[in-house]
C-alpha cells in the first residue's frame, strides 16, 4: 500500500451528522468484539470518537467533514483493517524533538488499545476536539495529547507551522513538530519523572531515535514514513 506524505499550511475539518453504515449493519459483530477487547484490557471505555468521511486536498489545505461513532466501532474497524472504503482515523500527533534534534517516541502501556507500540504523543479524537464552530481542533488536540502522555506544555516548546500529513490505507497522521528546549537524555528523563508520578501513564517507556536503526519494528507504519522523510 502507498503511503501519501503532503506538507500542508492549514486542515479544515467540520463535524456533521453522519450515519455510518458499516457501525449498523456490523453492530452485533462489533459489540462481541469489544467485549473480547474489554475482558484483556478492562480499562478500555466505550466512548464517543471521531472519524473523517471525506476530504480533499487543495493547495496545501485539507478540508473535509467528520463524523462522531463509538469507540467500539471503531475499535473493530481498525482491528478488521479498516474495511469501510471511504472512512479514515484522523488523528494529530506531536512529533517530538529534542533540542539536539533527535525524536522521542513512547511505548503504549499494557492496558491500552495500542500495547506495545512505539508512538509519537496522539490519540483519538473525541468530541472535546470539536471547536464551538463545529470544526476539528487538531492543534488543541495535539496540545492535550503532548501534556497527558509526556507532561510537556506545548506553549514552551517551539512549534513548527503548519502540518506534515501522513496517508496509509485508513490512516492519516497530521503530524506537528514539537521542539522541547533540553537535549534528548535530558527529555527523556524529564519525561520518565512525570510518567513515574502517574497513576495510570498511557507510555510505559522512552525511546530516543536518531537514525533507522534506532525504530523499533513495533512502530506504525505511518510514523516510520515521517521519520524516514525527515531523515532523507
Request: hydrophobic residues 40%.
Given at each position: 500500500m502507498t503511503i501519501e506524505i503532503a506538507a500542508l499550511d492549514a486542515v479544515e475539518i467540520a463535524v456533521e451528522p453522519w450515519i455510518w453504515p458499516f457501525a449498523?449493519?456490523?453492530r452485533a459483530d462489533i459489540d462481541r468484539?469489544?467485549?473480547?477487547?474489554?475482558?484483556e484490557r478492562p480499562a478500555l471505555w466505550n466512548g464517543r470518537t471521531l472519524l473523517l468521511h471525506r476530504y480533499a486536498r487543495e493547495n496545501r489545505v485539507l478540508r473535509g467533514a467528520g463524523f462522531e461513532t463509538d469507540y467500539a466501532s471503531f475499535l473493530a474497524w481498525r482491528d478488521w483493517g479498516c474495511p469501510a472504503v471511504g472512512v479514515s482515523n484522523i488523528f494529530a500527533a506531536a512529533a517530538l524533538q529534542s533540542a539536539d534534534g533527535a525524536f522521542l517516541l513512547g511505548q503504549m502501556a499494557p492496558f491500552t488499545?495500542?500495547?506495545?507500540q512505539w508512538v509519537f504523543p496522539c490519540g483519538t479524537l473525541d468530541p472535546d476536539d470539536i471547536s464551538s464552530a463545529g470544526m476539528l481542533d487538531f492543534?488543541?488536540?495535539v496540545g492535550r495529547e503532548l501534556f497527558e502522555e509526556t507532561g510537556l506544555d506545548i506553549g514552551l516548546c517551539q512549534i513548527e507551522p503548519g502540518w506534515t500529513l501522513v496517508r496509509d490505507g485508513g490512516f492519516i497522521a497530521l503530524m506537528k513538530r514539537v521542539i522541547a528546549n533540553e537535549n534528548a537524555e535530558q527529555l527523556r528523563a524529564n519525561i520518565l519523572h512525570h510518567l513515574a508520578n502517574e497513576a495510570q501513564p498511557e507510555f510505559n517507556a522512552v525511546?530516543?531515535?536518531r537514525t533507522p536503526t534506532d525504530v523499533d519494528p513495533v512502530t506504525p507504519r505511518f510514523f516510520v514514513e515521517y521519520l524516514m522523510a525527515e531523515w532523507s
Open positions: 449498523q449493519a456490523r468484539h469489544f467485549a473480547a477487547q474489554q475482558r488499545s495500542g500495547a506495545g492543534v488543541g488536540s525511546r530516543i531515535v
